[in-house]
């Protein structure tokens, strides 16, 4: 029988943060696709709307089954997440010089954003049966480096070096958590203060363009480092107050590269300037925050690696993305949660957050 206490521990807190960065994204993206390209695209927003529709049906599915079901059937999640990235390889829809969608009749999805989540609850289900006060020795990294490992070859291949590095990301984050033994540490950073620069030998062409022009937009301003130098003009440009909803003159002049998608935070920091940007980035850190606090109330350490899993994918993901649009970070197309246009990241995210529910409603069963 349902539980009456599951009504009681609701998080409505994390409901509001969620609703609160869902309205700055539609919106953000309202302003972007209207005033930001010669041919308004308004259906965006429609298809924007639909998307958030669909995940939070599937948020609210999370809510119904105990998250411990996920320790259970982690493997069965993570082999299908590899099947559909081995299915892009073959079948996906090629856009934009990469392979990174699949199609199933109207719906197109991007798998590399669900792998995020599969890698994460398969992490926190190993890390969870083997956590220890010393820490984890080299032999004990090696499954999940083989779990991380795998998928971002994959992801790669496609190629998407951005959504790799964040899976790296996440993945070193709940190991850090974990804590790793100090001789263990020493010896993978030593393997990595070696190994780390060869990586550049095998980076395609693009992706060294990219890192030279992070390193100094002005050696190609009308080329490769025309993006990071426009998002950086149209930042500043918003300074205190902004230039007022739908009046970016970066945005509306079609300046702004991939505004409703990577650069979107560039054009609500145009038209919303300080003060708006500084409201969404707290709001993106209250949510962080509130996440690492239902890892803290949580007994289980399967919920409570499951949640900090989570809450990395987040903050990386906001890390990432804004400082490549302030040209902190070289570009690798990664989205802003909750604002960035894309069906798959935003169904991705609105899972998340319902797993991320789920826990902070189920800690009562072991206190």
Known sequence: MFDRRLIQYFDWGLLGLIVILGFFGLVT???????????PQKILCLRQLVWYGIGSILMIFSLLFNYKSLD????????????????????????????????????????????????????????SKI??????????????????????????????????????????????????????????VVFCTITVPLVWFFLKEYQKIRILTFLNPDRDPLGAGYHIIQSKIAIGSGMFLGKGFLKGTQNALSFLPEQHTDFIFSVLAEEWGFVGSGIV????????????SVAYRCRDPFGIILSVGITSLIFWQVVINIGMVAGLMPVVGVPLPFISYGGSSIVTIMICVGILMNVSMRRFLLE
């Open 72 to 127: 259970r059937n982690a493997p069965v999640i993570y082999a299908a997440c590899i099947f559909l990235l081995i299915g892009v390889l073959f079948f996906g829809r090629y856009v934009g010089g990469a392979r990174r969608w699949l199609v199933f009749g109207p719906f197109t999805i991007q798998p590399s954003e669900i792998v995020k989540v599969a890698v994460i609850i398969i992490l926190a289900r190993y890390y």
């Open 29 to 39: 993206l309202y302003s972007a696709v209207t005033a930001g390209t010669p041919t």
């Open 131 to 188: 956590v220890n006060v010393r820490g984890l020795t080299l032999r004990e990294l090696v499954n999940p480096l083989i779990l991380t490992i795998i998928p971002c070859i994959l992801i790669i291949k496609q190629p998407d070096l951005g959504t790799a590095m964040l899976v790296v990301f996440i993945a070193c984050s709940m190991t850090v958590f974990i804590k790793i033994e100090k001789r263990s540490l020493l010896y993978i």
């Open 281 to 292: 980035l707290f709001t993106f850190f209250m949510l962080i925050v509130w996440g690492l």
